[in-house]
């Protein structure tokens, strides 16, 4: 509701510090009754002003590359885990003074840097990533173990030497997945690589566990990782991503112009392909509403307490719209919702749960401006942390 309050310049992605410190809770109250260790995966989310909120639920961060490794070294200050399907001489070169895990994804890699890495840095502890076949996910291109996948090594490519170089073992498979999976892949992995428990100091069990969503029954998962660690006495790590901030923020946005042609199209001030790539790639449907009170329109119901305007399937409601982005792309369309009242020019329409897995993969095609960076903060007051300009798009094309 203090959304109606601001005088939010749009596009700009919000994230709301109230709903965030929701789904903190419930990611430490897993933490805490498991005894796991659970860290932020940057590569879903890594609005690093932000990080302070996180910090007190929180054990690090775990990056996919050099610049989310140095990212969260430098502005979480807790754990770096470090996990790439391939490193380079010179990505090792810079983990080794900042990272505490460096997993890696084969063995050739592993036997090729681990001496100079515990030369150099006795402290950090080597890890290799596991395809244990199981697949969860349903989608292909977010499926770890689907067919021929490059994601980790199966066990017959691993070789009982890989122990003399590893602490620990790293199973990714799971993707907004629910506790019935997580369990199954604990279980999987006790059936299928048991004889290695013995072996290691921890297992990371990787990230896609949907742990804020309304149907993830969390006791299921910390009863199962609780029985895990008394039967093997090993440190259990978890790295969710994008459930941390489920639902706790938006993008909000401004309808730029209105054109007919079979249906009533809306055209916005952002974009699906340049600012919520998601919504084209998994695919995906945000949820959105208008921002404003409905009771002032002729055609809304007479409800003063009605402020939001809820976006339905098409003809659930009597305004049906086709939402399209602003780039010149033809696929640059977001979906196509029904509202009670009309939409009109200036509107403010605004997009839920979007702070996962979007302005960390946004971008300036066409050369239309990036949303800001803002955060809703508990009191009310919105601020925006960071503004984008004509220099960010131009500084990247040469």
Known sequence: LTLLNQNIKTPAYVLDEAALERNLNNIKDVKDRSGAKIILALKGFSMFPSFHLFKPYLDGTTASGIYEA?????????????????????????????????????????????????????????????????????????????????????KSEISEDVFDYIDGLHFHILCESLAESSVRLIDLVEEKFGEWLGNIKWINFGGGHYINHKEYD?????????????????????????????????????????IKNEKEILVLDTSATAHM?????MP???????????????????????????????????????????????????????????????????F????????????????????????????????????FGYEDFKNKLG
Do not use: W
């Not at 592993?110 to 402290?123: G, H, S, W």
């Not at 790539?277 to 790639?281: G, H, K, M, N």
């Not at 792309?329 to 329409?349: M, Q």
């Not at 949303?371 to 919105?382: R, T, V």
């Open 352 to 387: 839920t749960c979007m702070m996962q897995y979007s302005f960390v993969k946004n971008t300036t095609f066409n050369g239309i401006p990036l949303p800001d960076l803002g955060i809703l903060k508990k009191n009310g007051e919105y601020e925006v942390y960071r503004r």
């Open 218 to 258: 969390k006791e299921k998962l910390i009863d199962r990782i609780k029985k895990f660690k008394a039967k093997h006495n090993i440190e259990v790590i978890l790295e969710p991503g994008g459930t941390m901030v489920m639902n706790a923020g938006y993008l909000v946005t401004t309808v730029l112009d209105k």
């Open 277 to 281: 790539p998601d919504v084209l790639e």
């Open 70 to 154: 140095k990212l969260g070294q430098e502005y979480f200050g807790k754990e770096v885990h470090v996990y790439s399907p391939a490193y380079d001489d010179d990505e090792i070169e810079q983990l080794i003074p900042i990272a505490d895990h460096i997993i890696f994804n084969s063995s050739n890699q592993l036997k090729k840097y681990a001496a100079r890495i515990k030369k150099e840095n006795q402290k950090i502890h080597l890890g290799l990533r596991v395809n244990p076949e199981l697949q969860e996910v349903g989608t292909a291109l977010y499926n770890p173990c689907a067919p021929c996948s490059r994601m980790g090594s199966i």
């Open 284 to 350: 995906y449907r945000p949820n959105l509403f208008k921002l404003g009170n409905r009771s002032n329109s002729s055609d809304a119901p007479r409800n003063d307490e009605t402020v939001f305007d809820h976006g339905a399937q098409p003809n659930e409601k009597k305004y049906n719209y086709l939402l399209g982005g602003r780039t010149c792309l033809t696929g640059d369309v977001i979906g196509e919702y029904s509202f009670d009242a009309p939409i009109n020019i200036g509107d403010k329409l605004v």
